[in-house]
T-cell receptor, first 115, second 112 residues
Framework: DTGVSQDPRHKITKRGQNVTFRCDPISEHNRLYWYRQTLGQGPEFLTY????????KSRLLSDRFSAERPKGSFSTLEIQRTEQGDSAMYLC?????????????FGPGTRLTVL | SQQGEEDPQALSIQEGENATMNCSYK?????LQWYRQNSGRGLVHLIL?????REKHSGRLRVTLDTSKKSSSLLITASRAADTASYFC????????????FGAGTILRVKS
């Protein structure tokens, strides 16, 4: 399967714990995005990378959130000191952005439940 | 903030009928995209329409774009039970930088 993959698919954690999610984009894609989606809502942008550079972060991304894409391939999203409000589906997407616009290919998501 | 607003929030139709979903947005766009999401899964890209296009077709899908009204519609013809999903419009706009801004979606249920 050459699509976007995410791991784990589900994560249950206790409030205050740290969690880390991984995203493997489509190999030739230079852009990687993280979104958060809560029940009944559309995805909300968190951050994106072009190659290994993190170019934009949403105000939703508090200082407890950190994302990396060390070699311009896979990316990790870490949430420190989780809170119940962090419970959501975390979606990763990738695209090949050359000139103009491009569709984004989404992974299956990681569903986080904070107890 | 979500720039796209879909209408209706939910739609229930019989198999074989057509389904129309609408999306309104606020700023000038580069393009508008429609995505489908099956329950609890990732999003699947359906179609992209650029700001200088008015209509686009892909199989049973027809998308229109009216930039003067800042609105788009997605028509699914001859619906099937497998079309049951949430449908989201997403805008790519210079004002919002290099990201997609999604609406809250329309939940479509196709009854067999």
């Amino acid at each position: 399967d050459t699509g976007v993959s995410q791991d784990p698919r589900h994560k249950i954690t206790k409030r205050g714990q740290n969690v880390t999610f991984r995203c493997d984009p489509i190999s030739e894609h230079n852009r990687l995005y993280w979104y958060r989606q809560t029940l009944g809502q559309g995805p909300e942008f968190l951050t994106y990378f072009q190659n290994e550079a993190q170019l934009e972060k949403s105000r939703l991304l508090s200082d407890r959130f950190s994302a990396e894409r060390p070699k311009g391939s896979f990316s990790t999203l870490e949430i420190q000191r989780t809170e119940q409000g962090d419970s959501a589906m975390y979606l990763c997407a990738s695209s090949l952005r050359l000139a103009g616009t491009a569709e984004q290919f989404f992974g299956p998501g990681t569903r986080l439940t904070v107890l | 903030s979500q720039q796209g607003e879909e209408d209706p929030q939910a739609l229930s139709i019989q198999e074989g009928e057509n389904a129309t979903m609408n999306c309104s947005y606020k700023t000038s766009i580069n393009n508008l995209q429609w995505y489908r999401q099956n329950s609890g899964r990732g999003l699947v890209h359906l179609i992209l329409i650029r700001s200088n296009e008015r209509e686009k077709h892909s199989g049973r899908l027809r998308v229109t774009l009216d930039t003067s009204k800042k609105s788009s519609s997605l028509l699914i013809t001859a619906s099937r039970a497998a079309d049951t999903a949430s449908y989201f419009c997403a805008t790519d706009a210079l004002e919002y930088g290099n990201k997609l801004v999604f609406g809250a979606g329309t939940i479509l249920r196709v009854k067999s």
